[in-house]
């Protein structure tokens, strides 16, 4: 069973900044497309941010030019670097990955991220 551990979450001010972890227990380059969701309170899981197993990369509009994806295969690690974060930017934010040549997917048990003042 593939496991993605997330870490770096935490409560900062407005305008700061946060880096998310998301290591796995396999290759990198076993997963087609990997990123990251959130859920913030009473609403969907949303897509925030993905790259490809080529290395195309994905945004959601409301983080496009705040936030930065990044791999590591060395490392097995996913990142995501938030700057001038928003209060509307506070969820929880869930790692994913999608194995290449299946439809299987898998999900992290998420990092709190709180942007309150």
């Known amino acids: 069973q593939v496991q993605l551990v997330e870490s770096g979450g935490g409560l900062v001010q407005p305008g700061g900044s946060l880096r998310l972890s998301c290591v796995t227990s396999e290759n990198i380059f076993n997963f087609n497309v990997m990123g990251w969701y959130r859920q913030a309170p009473g609403k969907e899981r949303d897509f925030v941010a993905s790259?490809?197993?080529?290395?195309?990369?994905y945004y959601a509009d409301s983080v496009k030019g705040r936030f930065t994806i990044s791999r590591d295969a060395a490392k097995k690690t996913l990142s995501l670097q938030m700057n001038s974060l928003k209060p509307d930017d506070t969820a929880v934010y869930y790692c994913?990955?999608?194995?290449?040549?299946?439809?299987?997917?898998?999900w992290g048990q998420g990092t709190q991220v709180t942007v309150s003042s």
């Open positions: 994913n990955a999608k194995r290449r040549y299946s439809s299987t997917e898998y």
């Open positions: 790259v490809s197993i080529g290395g195309s990369t």
